[in-house]
Nanobody, 120 residues
Framework: QVQLVESGGGLVQAGGSLRLSCRASGLIFSFSTYDMGWFRQAPGKEREFVAAISWKTGITNYEDSVKGRFTISRENAKNTVYLQMISLKPEDTAVYYC???????????WGQGTQVTVSS
């Protein structure tokens, strides 16, 4: 049974930082062969892409509003992907989800999410 478990969310003041972690278990193939992504969903809004990291090239990409503030990274030996967030803004408030996929297109596995709340 595949599980992606996020942690590290919480309440932080605007301008603060958080680091989210997502640990994977039960994957059929090696964690190192999965693209990993972070998404978020704010109240009343649809889930949106935040960041992703390619398993093959290590190339990262980001949603425009988080560029320069968020950094995605992975530690394959720990089956874990991270999202370092700095200079947080109230509009970053959302439930953050990690996801995994083996090929381009839709993500196959999703975590349950971790709440990030940024107060002004």
């Amino acid at each position: 049974q595949v599980q992606l478990v996020e942690s590290g969310g919480g309440l932080v003041q605007a301008g603060g930082s958080l680091r989210l972690s997502c640990r994977a278990s039960g994957l059929i193939f090696s964690f190192s062969t999965y693209d990993m992504g972070w998404f978020r969903q704010a109240p009343g809004k649809e889930r949106e892409f935040v960041a992703a990291i390619s398993w093959k090239t290590g190339i990262t990409n980001y949603e425009d509003s988080v560029k320069g503030r968020f950094t995605i990274s992975r530690e394959n030996a720990k089956n874990t992907v991270y999202l370092q967030m700095i200079s947080l803004k109230p509009e970053d408030t959302a439930v953050y989800y990690c996801a995994a996929r083996r090929r381009e297109g839709r993500y196959d596995y999703w975590g349950q999410g971790t709440q990030v709340t940024v107060s002004s």
